[in-house]
Structure formats: C-alpha cells, structure tokens
Nanobody, 120 residues
Framework: VQLQASGGGLVQAGDSLKVSCVTSGRILSSWTVGWFRQAPGKDREFVACIRWSSSSTYYADSVKGRFTISRDARNTVGLQMNSLKPEDTAVYYC???????????????WGQGTQVTVSS
C-alpha cells in the first residue's frame, strides 16, 4: 500500500483548503485511512479518520465542525479544511491501518507529508 498526499499551501486565517491522499495497492475494506499533522517542535497529532467500507468518520475535537474527511468511490481520501486558524499550520500526513482510532502507531502505512501554512 502506498499513499500520496498533496494539496497543501499557504492561506490566510479564515480561508479554506483541501488536501488529498491518493492510495494505491489494496486497502482492505475493514481498514481506516487517517490524517495526522505535525507542527514544528510538537508531537504528531490525530486530525480525522474514515473507515474504508462504511465511511464512518472520527474527528479530533480541535477540528470538529471545521474539517470534513471523505473518500471517493475509487482511491482518494480528502480532507476539506474550513475556517483555518494559524494553529492549524503543520505538515499533514495520511496513513492507513486496520484500527479505527486516533493512535498513530495503529496505522501501518504512511504517506509523505504536505505542508499547510495559515497566516494570521
């Protein structure tokens, strides 16, 4: 399984941005694709995840109501980010694994990151 994240950029506070994760290889229907982020000097933190088969979703409290995770019918998981704040600035990573949870070590495969910068 390989994952390719893209779509990051520089935006202003209050703007919207969508990052995407294209998966290749076999994502088992029971698996989950998640987004994590890591800001400079901080630990990697969970953002959101979606179960591949049911499209059930789970969000971190910090992004609930502002971010939406979704998947298309083929192999792409998107993260729509609205009302962005400077504290959302981070490298965003997508990952895939068997567990539907927020724990990074539960995810077996990781993509490279995409930088999201929100200016105030």
């Amino acid at each position: 399984v390989q994952l390719q994240a893209s779509g990051g950029g520089l935006v202003q506070a209050g703007d919207s941005l969508k990052v995407s994760c294209v998966t290749s290889g076999r994502i088992l229907s029971s698996w989950t694709v998640g987004w994590f982020r890591q800001a400079p000097g901080k630990d990697r933190e969970f953002v959101a995840c979606i179960r591949w088969s049911s499209s059930s979703t789970y969000y971190a409290d910090s992004v609930k109501g502002r971010f939406t995770i979704s998947r298309d019918a083929r192999n792409t998981v998107g993260l729509q980010m609205n009302s962005l704040k400077p504290e959302d600035t981070a490298v965003y990573y997508c990952a895939a694994g068997p567990a539907f949870d927020s724990v990074a070590r539960s995810y077996k495969y990781w993509g490279q990151g995409t930088q999201v910068t929100v200016s105030s």
